[in-house]
């Protein structure tokens, strides 16, 4: 061995060597170690009269209290989603993907919308239109003046926002899952004399239970970790529950801290019970096997004159409840300050001043006169709340969902180096170890572990005290998305062809150098593609901020949730409404543009993107041909 090998491969030790310590210090320190100091924490509550430790008083308190009355409003929510989500969900698929439906492809546009705004910003939305001062309840109030303008909170709210909103997961897997049926199987139980829906239920679903299942599942879970809907339509349930006693003192309550912990502990029962069976299920391999010439499905037409209409109808009404919030926001969102106010649209009142510039408010006081705030109507760039809220999350979401990348990428070369050896199984499960606990439990156990100057970890710093809170945020939403990360871009290493490698080491090009050159070009796009996505989901997130929420770590979402508090009051927080509707508008057109670049130009292969770039320049060479054969008439008319 020369020289120089040697030096690579002590370099290439001492990065293999960092790289080890780094994971099992984030392992140990940002995932195992807070989650298990959140479970001792239970066990370990003083009695407040003799100080002595009861390892059994939070269970009493869980049983002698209203904690369960939160549990069971949890499950009761979950089990009413799973059930009007999959009704839902499957109908707007079916009646865009499987059935003839006139003006499908702008149906399918609608059913979309919940992917270019979703979380507080859609819940936002829907209060816009259907609170106790919303659009439609105003106007419903005009028309029946003895209706109760309370009407949407609680349960039923609840119910009916995430019902909507919960479809997205549907329009995007259980879509691709029926546009992938074979179609000889279809055709051949209709020559068989089978009626449309005895296909649809006989042959198709059957095909489909094993999507339908998965997004059971994950319906489930996202019905008892809710979070954005119970907080701001006034739901008791686990989450918001957890939050509250996260911010709440042994002089408010009694063992605040404790009861938090057990709640976040009983998500995290209930996640990995159903990521288990799902885990189980899986295995089983239920699929059915399809001809081998697989045909393209073709819509199927519904014979049945009155179904059909029936189906035509129920398709555009629940294309009307997708598009109204967002056509009402959008149309808002350009009405002045008068018509926010008023709840009504005033074809003399466009204006830009929702998202930029700032007008003077005039008000009168108690005492009935008129005093004037220069500025107070601020727009959603003019005001230093929103613009700071949008700055914060901006750049620690970009921060999250590029830490994620680089581990995981790095993470996922490792494992593919080593397959089949214990320490990358070891490493793969322990990156899908946040998988299996809610989001809420994670961000609780930050809060709790890394507010102390005790933590050594962390070498005696207080990471939730002051602006160390938005290192732990970030710290927090990265661990939260690897295992999404890592599923991604793990499908991505296996496009990688081994001869490539092997053809690199032989040229006598190092490990660092073969995967920065040869293997990370290649798995570039399903990098950015997560980069992307994760990104999407970070900068609108609600759970976790409402967690870290302080003046130092208060984050978009937090923003949007408290804009309409106080609106107006003593000429203050004015066009809070305004702000609402053009942060919306914002975050749909951010969404849009970023599922575009993901599912639009970076789901294009290498043979489409080289037709587009040929066919750009063929365009612009006939454009700059026009621009010089009328610069020569010019000159010669001159002339």
Not at 108 to 114: A, C, F, P, S, V
Not at 268 to 279: Q, R, Y
Not at 384 to 409: N, P, Q, W
């Amino acid at each position: 061995m020369n020289k120089k090998e040697g030096l690579r491969l002590d370099a290439s030790l001492v990065w293999k060597v960092f790289g080890i310590a780094f994971f099992v210090y984030l392992f140990f320190g940002f995932m195992l170690l807070p989650c298990l100091n959140t479970l001792t924490s239970i066990f370990t509550t003083r009695d407040p009269t003799t100080g002595a430790v009861d390892p059994l008083a939070v269970i009493r308190f869980f049983f002698a209290g209203k904690m369960p009355t939160f549990v069971l409003n949890s499950l009761k929510l979950a089990v009413c989603l799973v059930i009007t989500v999959n009704i839902v969900g499957v109908s707007i698929v079916l009646l865009t993907e499987y059935f003839d439906i006139k003006g499908a492809k702008i149906l399918r546009l609608g059913y979309m919308t919940t992917l270019i705004y979703s979380g507080v910003a859609l819940v936002t939305g829907y209060l816009f239109l259907y609170d106790s001062d919303g659009i439609l309840t105003s106007w419903l109030a005009k028309i029946f003046p003895d209706m109760n303008k309370n009407w949407f909170t609680g349960f039923n709210a609840v119910l009916f926002t995430m019902t909507f909103a919960c479809t997205s997961n549907h329009a995007l897997f259980f879509r691709n899952a029926i546009r992938a049926i074979d179609y000889n199987t279809v055709e051949a139980a209709r020559n068989m004399g089978a009626k449309p829906f005895q296909v649809l239920f006989k042959v198709v679903f059957p095909t489909l239970i094993p999507t339908l299942f998965s997004l059971t599942v994950m319906t489930f879970i996202t019905g008892l970790c809710a979070m954005s809907a119970p907080t701001l339509l006034g739901y008791d349930s686990i989450n918001p529950e957890i939050v509250r006693l996260a911010g709440s003192s042994v002089a408010d309550e009694s063992f605040p801290q404790a009861r938090a912990a057990l709640l976040s502990i009983i998500l995290a029962i209930f996640t990995i019970g159903l990521l288990t069976v799902l885990s189980s299920y899986e295995r089983k391999g239920h699929y059915l096997s399809v001809s081998k010439t697989k045909a393209k499905l073709q819509k199927q037409k519904i014979s049945n004159p009155v179904a059909n209409v029936l189906a035509h109808i129920y398709a555009y009404v629940l294309f009307i409840i997708y598009m109204t919030p967002v056509v009402m926001i959008v149309l808002f969102a350009f009405q002045n300050y008068p018509s926010l106010r008023s709840k009504s649209l005033d074809m003399n009142g466009w204006t830009l001043i929702n998202f930029f510039g700032a007008q003077d408010y005039e008000f009168m006081t108690n005492r009935g006169k008129y005093r004037t705030r220069p500025g107070a109507i601020s727009g959603l760039f003019a005001n230093a709340d929103t613009v700071g809220g949008i700055r914060l999350s901006f750049v620690l979401s970009a921060l999250a969902a590029a830490l994620a990348c680089v581990i995981v990428v790095v993470a996922v070369n490792y494992i593919f180096k080593n397959k089949g050896k214990k320490r990358s199984t070891a490493l793969e499960y322990s990156l899908l170890f946040p998988w299996l606990l809610p989001t809420i439990l994670i961000c609780y156990s930050y809060r709790t572990y890394f507010n102390s100057s005790d933590v050594w970890y962390v070498f005696g710093q207080n990471l939730y005290m002051r602006e160390n809170v938005r290192f732990l945020i970030v710290m927090a939403y990265t661990v939260v998305k690897l295992p999404f990360a890592l599923r991604m871009v793990k499908a991505a290493f296996y496009a990688i062809d081994e001869e490539l490698e092997e053809a690199a080491r032989n040229l006598g090009a190092s490990q660092l150098v073969t995967f920065l050159r040869v293997k990370l070009p290649i798995v570039l796009p399903s990098v950015l593609a997560v980069f992307a996505l994760n990104f999407n989901a970070l900068f609108t997130e609600y759970d976790m901020s409402a967690t870290f929420q302080s003046s130092y770590g208060k984050s978009y979402a937090m923003v949007i949730q408290n804009m309409c508090h106080d609106e107006g009051r003593d000429g203050y927080n004015v066009n809070a409404s305004g702000r609402r509707c053009a942060s919306t508008v914002f975050i749909m057109l951010i969404s849009g543009l970023i599922l575009y670049l993901v599912y639009g130009v970076g789901a294009r292969d290498l043979g489409e993107r080289l037709e587009r770039r040929a066919k750009r320049k063929k365009r612009w060479q006939r454009l700059t041909n026009k621009l010089h054969l009328s610069a020569k008439k010019a000159t010669l008319q001159e002339q």
